[in-house]
């Protein structure tokens, strides 16, 4: 081991993250202690991987000993939990000592007083920045320039609307977008987030709290709503879009734009639109590869997408998933015609609430898949159940075991919750 080059042992020090084992890496002599000076590019604190009764001061020296032993650090991540309040000095120092060469941060750190992580780290290399539990004010988009940043995650912060659209303005390179449990600081009571971005090509949303989104990019690629309750979400694009993923979403209009013939996935579930419908907003999206409409309950004709609509717009699907709860009268409607769907090879079907319409439903959908490859059965079971649900259970099992025996070149599963 001693022969070894310090390059070699670089080398070694490379696959190491986690600061314990850096730590104790730096320890075994002076020439690992120089590798990790000179080659050691990563480096990850988590509160989890010290001693519970370790103090925050304690803590507060190890962290800064670990950075000042490295030279030219590319990536850091800094995650204490919420018990630990640690002064803004030392964290101000990690960030002056690493910053002309960091081009990745994750930062979880709570301090007093708060630190401007867009203060100390902008107008240098950094790639990628997340950060947890954070407050950001008074975005200097002049000042506090990422021209090198290309992914931004920012989880359970706290950032007025305003901001939040000179961040982003003020990166132009970004790509991706990651806004989760968003703290949208506003006088409105009708908040308006409005993010302008020509280079953005995947944008996440879950539980921001404001009322209207407006989105203006000509790259995005990929859409994921999850947890909000809007009265607008409008995307101003030049219809570049080819994943779009909606979860636990109410909203009074959504507009996606007219052009969607990038589209390839559609997953919606738990899904309230006013207006206009779901559906004529990806109708046109003739190069749709998978579509899934799942948890949604139709009370018209007039609202669900039967399998002749599909197959018609959709003529290249390969992945189809869906669950409707079924009523009186419509499963003639969801049935209707007789267009195949030639290249659906996986189909999901599924119930929250078992009717007698389910079985009728499988066999007409599997009727419409003729290569067709793997059948899941989704459904929700009950503890208690009324005789009426067993009977039908019982029904709808004895219906599967005659539809396996028709079709053995299908491959059925059952997924029951």
């Known amino acids: 081991m001693e022969h070894l080059p310090v390059e070699v042992i670089g080398n070694i020090l490379a696959h190491l993250s986690a600061a314990r084992d850096v730590m104790v890496a730096s320890g075994v002599c002076r020439k690992w202690r120089t590798a990790c000076r000179k080659h050691l590019h990563s480096l990850s604190f988590n509160s989890d991987d010290f001693p519970r009764d370790m103090t925050t001061r304690q803590l507060e020296i190890v962290i800064t000993q670990t950075i000042f032993q490295t030279m030219g650090l590319q990536c850091l991540s800094i995650h204490i939990d919420r018990t630990h309040e640690f002064s803004a000095a030392p964290v101000i120092a990690w960030l002056m000592y690493t910053r002309e060469t960091l081009r990745s941060l994750s930062y979880n750190v709570r301090t007093n007083p708060n630190v401007n992580i867009l203060e100390k780290c902008g107008r240098q290399k950094l790639e990628v920045l997340d950060l947890d539990h954070n407050t950001i004010t008074g975005v200097e988009p002049s000042y506090q320039r990422f021209t090198c940043l290309k992914s931004l995650s ?113 997953d919606v579930s738990n899904f309230t639109i006013v207006r206009p419908k779901l559906y004529s907003m990806i109708s046109r999206a003739s190069n749709l590869r998978m579509l899934r409409f799942w948890g949604v309950v139709f009370d018209d004709e007039d609202e669900i997408v039967d399998s002749e609509t599909i197959a018609v717009s959709f003529p290249l699907l390969r992945h189809l998933s869906l669950s409707y709860e079924l009523r009186d009268g419509l499963l003639h409607y969801s049935l209707q015609g007789s267009s195949p769907l030639e290249n659906v090879s996986v189909l999901e079907l599924g119930w929250t609430v078992i009717s007698e319409h389910f079985g009728p439903w499988v066999f007409g959908m599997i009727e419409r898949c003729p290569n067709l490859k793997k059948l899941v059965i989704h459904g929700v079971l009950s503890e208690a159940k009324t005789r009426e649900e067993r009977q039908m259970l019982a029904s709808f099992t004895s219906f599967i075991v005659c539809l396996m025996r028709k079709y053995v070149h299908v491959d059925v599963q059952f997924e029951y919750e």
């Not at 007025?160 to 991706?176: H, M, N, Y």
């Not at 921001?208 to 990929?222: M, P, S």
């Not at 994943?243 to 390839?264: A, Q, R």
């Open 154 to 266: 920012l989880r359970h912060v706290s950032i007025s609307a305003l901001d939040l659209s000179l961040l982003v303005a003020a990166c132009p390179k970004i790509e991706s977008l990651a806004l989760d449990f968003l703290e949208v600081v506003t006088s409105d009571p009708q908040s308006t987030m409005e993010l302008t971005s020509h280079t953005l090509k995947s944008l996440f949303a879950k539980s921001v709290g404001v009322d209207k989104i407006i989105l203006d990019t000509d790259n995005l690629e990929v859409l994921n709503l999850n947890a909000l309750n809007l009265d607008l979400f409008e995307l101003i694009g030049k219809g570049t879009l080819k994943h779009l993923k909606i979860d636990d979403v109410s909203v009074t209009h959504m507009d996606i734009g007219e052009s969607t013939d990038h589209l390839e996935v559609v």
